[in-house]
């Protein structure tokens, strides 16, 4: 009795995930083969876009640029699933 009940739950588990397989939105593949890099120095990039007086871009720029070292691995993260 119990090898029975083993196996309907096996069955009921597997059923249960190819439906979520077969539900899950599709992703095209070249998309998941780029690496986007919008994220990483997106800080600096953003300083370097910014319409102000060179001055103050300057002094942003060591800011930014430690900040964007510090968040440096979350962002190359981002970049690989984004």
């Not at 083993?6 to 780029?34: C, G, H, I, N, S």
Request: glycine share 2%.
């Amino acid at each position: 009795m119990s090898s029975k009940r083993t196996f309907a739950r096996t069955a009921v588990a597997l059923t249960f995930a190819a439906t979520l397989l077969a539900a899950a939105p599709q992703v095209a593949k070249a998309d998941t083969e780029a690496f986007d890099d919008q994220y990483v120095f997106a800080a600096t990039k953003a300083v370097n876009d910014m319409d102000a007086h060179p001055a103050l871009k300057v002094t942003l720029y060591p800011v930014t640029f430690v900040l964007d070292t510090a968040f440096l691995p979350f962002a190359v993260i981002a970049g690989f699933v984004a």
